[in-house]
């Protein structure tokens, strides 16, 4: 990809045929409009008054946080929002334009310089090797910046307003394992649209972790604290299996039509033609390129500067996104009456099923924003610089309605996921028994008919 040059917002519009619709519809649309009416009614939510009071406690006993809401409340609640968002959306422009590009320069020049850098990465200099140090944290934080600021932001349509064909989500290639097709289908499709909802979102631990009491315990979770870190240091190529839904394939291959493991096939095709790419890219092309400045000792400093430097854009971004989605406090929510929902309560479902990440400006722009999670899950093709404009007004109409609003520093929200990983590693506390018996007896009927509760 190059760089969009600057143009006038004026520019002719990338041709579309969708209709414009408000995020909160199931947000594929959202990856395909340029001039959005955000404030229109949605397609599949309503502006309608909730039905009926939500219950006090959930089916496991907890107490719902937002029980104490009324209907109308919450129907006050949503409409607020949607003044917010209109305000923000219709007041986009030249500034808002001028801050991506800017940042796709910065994250350029980092990467062509870094990669420069690395040309000399096996040069030792009073015993260490400078370039090679240099090199590999200019180009992990190019490798974040390019993912998350960036990717991430632009595939969710937050500036396919600027009808810009290069910046636009329809056009839009990332430097990530997954086809940015099958991301968006997850992410967009799913995920933004199905947040928290047991049994319809996923990314409610990806199908490899329980983070939630709510979720059926087995086996297999046992060991989910050893896999939750070997998944950060892949978390590409976990994304990029998780996207083309392999643990959904694996499960059902077996009542699956020819037709459906045709398209899984064409899928995959896709998903490995990505993977190929981007390792021929990192570790066969730069290092080849290091060989006239030092030979094959220079080439392979090069090729472990790449594996650490996309190590560290792994580790960073799962741990963003597992500060945002599975912190102490998050809830979750039946699957019960979701597809009724009205606009105001999908927005109430967003805010409490996100957790933000206090810090500094340099911070949320190296998380891409998503510390503003609980911003970004309300207004998901919003511009990412704008969500600490509104966080502010988030936060006080959650503490007007008594709604928590999950923040915390980056190292105290990660350790309370880690944390949650090894509690819910466990089958839940039942009174009267012990775990133990309760591990002993799923493994005897584990042993019985040869299945630990996954992919069997």
Same mark, same amino acid.
């Given at each position: ?47 309608? +008054?909730? &039905? ?16 104490? %809401?009324?209907? $109308? ?19 986009? /422009?030249?500034?808002? =334009? ?13 990467? %062509? /310089? ?22 590999? &944290?200019?180009? *992990?934080? &190019?490798?974040? !910046? $390019? ?62 972790? #329980? ?43 077996? #009542? ?27 570790? %066969? ?5 290091? @060989? ?26 799962? +741990? ?7 912190? +102490? ?38 998380? *891409? ?8 899950? !309300? ?8 969500? =600490? ?9 959650? &503490?007007?309605?008594? @709604? ?6 980056? %190292? ?40 630990? /509760?996954?992919?069997?």
């Amino acid at each position: 990809m190059t760089l969009a040059p600057e143009r006038p917002l004026t520019h002719e519009p990338v041709p579309m045929h969708r209709a414009d619709v408000a995020p909160t519809a199931p947000h594929q649309v959202g990856t395909g409009h340029t001039v959005v009416t955000h404030h229109d009614a949605s397609t599949r939510l309503s502006n309608a +008054t909730p &039905a009926a009071q939500r219950p006090a406690y959930k089916r496991s006993g907890r107490p719902n946080p937002a029980a104490h %809401l009324t209907p $109308e409340q919450i129907a006050d609640l949503g409409r607020e929002l949607d003044a917010i968002q209109r305000e923000v959306m219709d007041s986009r /422009g030249a500034k808002d =334009a001028a801050y991506i590009r800017r940042i796709i320069t910065i994250q350029r020049s980092l990467e %062509l /310089g870094s990669r420069a850098v690395l040309l000399f990465s096996g040069v030792k200099v009073k015993g260490i090797r400078p370039a090679w140090w240099l090199g590999t &944290a200019g180009l *992990g934080l &190019a490798k974040i !910046l $390019e993912n998350m600021e960036i990717g991430h932001n632009v595939m969710h349509g937050q500036w396919d307003w600027m009808r810009d064909p290069k910046i636009h989500s329809t056009a839009w290639e990332w430097d990530n394992a997954s086809p940015s097709s099958q991301w968006k289908h997850s992410h967009n499709q799913i995920h933004h649209t199905f947040t928290n909802v047991l049994g319809r979102d996923n990314d409610l631990g990806y199908g490899i972790l #329980r983070v939630d009491p709510d979720q059926r315990w087995s086996l297999f979770f046992l060991f989910q604290p050893i896999w939750h870190v070997g998944n950060a240091l892949m978390f590409e190529y976990s994304i990029a299996a998780y996207d083309l839904e392999l643990g959904g394939y694996l499960a059902k291959r077996k #009542r699956m039509t020819e037709e459906q493991k045709a398209h899984f096939r064409s899928e995959a095709r896709k998903t490995l033609a990505k993977i190929g790419n981007q390792m021929t890219k990192d570790y %066969l092309v730069h290092p080849a390129m290091a @060989l006239p400045f030092g030979g094959p000792s220079n080439a392979l400093h090069t090729l472990t500067a790449n594996v650490v430097a996309n190590l560290i854009r792994n580790v960073w971004t799962n +741990t963003v996104i597992i500060c945002g989605h599975f912190p +102490t406090g998050i809830s979750t929510f039946d699957n019960k009456d979701i597809d009724t929902e009205t606009r105001g309560e999908w927005y109430v479902r967003q805010m409490l099923g996100s957790g933000n990440i206090s810090g500094s400006k340099l911070m949320h722009v190296m998380t *891409g924003n998503l510390s503003h999670q609980i911003e970004h899950h !309300l207004w998901p093709d919003m511009p990412s610089n704008r969500y =600490a404009q509104v966080a502010p007004r988030v936060k006080a109409i959650m &503490a007007r309605h008594d @709604l928590p609003y999950v923040e915390g520093p980056l %190292l105290k929200q990660a350790a309370s996921v880690y944390a949650k990983v090894v509690e819910l590693s466990l089958p839940n506390k039942v009174e009267g028994r012990r775990r133990r018996d309760l591990i002993r007896l799923a493994a005897k009927k584990a042993w019985r008919t040869r299945s630990f /509760g996954r992919f069997a």
